[in-house]
């Protein structure tokens, strides 16, 4: 399966300024990467621990440097201390967000 394909089933829902994406995170990877889309849901490995808002900082500062946009435009809706959580962006559409983690994402 390629990655636009993977993507495709990538549950995004656009909102007036921006987009909310399903995100799965797996907390101390060996390193942060996108591991492909998981029932709906971006799967995102990441080296922080989940204590103490670490793996969510480090989530925020992961995607934002993926997606090309500041920090600040990116925040943690529900599922702050879950392993799933829904993920705000402001100012990009879901066909950008799409397009950009396109280019990164594996199967």
Do not use: C, S, Y
């Amino acid at each position: 399966m390629d990655a636009t394909h993977a993507l495709a089933d990538l549950h995004l829902t656009e909102q007036p300024d921006g987009v909310t994406l399903p995100v799965r995170a797996v907390p101390r990877a060996a390193r942060n990467a996108l591991d492909g889309v998981v029932e709906g849901a971006l799967r995102v490995r990441l080296v922080a621990p989940p204590v103490e808002g670490a793996a969510n900082k480090t989530l925020i500062a992961f995607l934002a440097a993926t997606l090309g946009v500041p920090k600040r435009d990116i925040a943690v809706v529900t599922g702050e201390r879950g392993r799933h959580k829904l993920i705000h962006v402001v100012g990009l559409t879901a066909a950008e967000v799409r397009l950009r983690l396109g280019a990164v994402v594996r199967d």
